[in-house]
């Protein structure tokens, strides 16, 4: 079993910038693809970002340029920089996590961009 917890979230204002964490705790998760995919009210969820094992990266359109999407498999933590807020990146930030037969969730942190 692998338990994913985030953190980093706030309030920031339009232009800030934030850096989610996901620490994983149950297995090391060097070989996994990670990600984060956000939520906002009424939405469906949607990826952000991505990594692979090797290090190769994937975002969404609307952040690309903003925001970076790293990994430290020594900690087995997640991060993800986010630069130049926007109200639009409003949402609930999940961490994600797929090991070869399942896919691990964590329970979210809110990220609010407000004046």
């Known amino acids: 079993q692998v338990q994913l917890v985030e953190s980093g979230g706030g309030l920031v204002q339009p232009g800030g910038s934030l850096r989610l964490s996901c620490v994983a705790s149950g297995s090391i998760f060097r070989g996994y693809i990670l990600g984060w995919y956000r939520q906002a009210p009424g939405k469906q969820r949607d990826m952000v970002a991505t990594?692979?094992?090797?290090?190769?990266?994937e975002y969404a359109d609307s952040v690309k340029g903003r925001f970076t999407i790293s990994r430290d498999n020594i900690q087995n933590t997640m991060f993800l920089q986010m630069n130049s807020l926007k109200p639009e990146d409003t949402a609930v930030y999940y961490c994600?996590?797929?090991?070869?037969?399942?896919?691990?969730w964590g329970r979210g942190t809110q990220v609010t961009v407000s004046s």
């Open positions: 990594i692979t094992p090797r290090g190769s990266t």
């Open positions: 994600n996590a797929r090991p070869p037969l399942s896919v691990y």
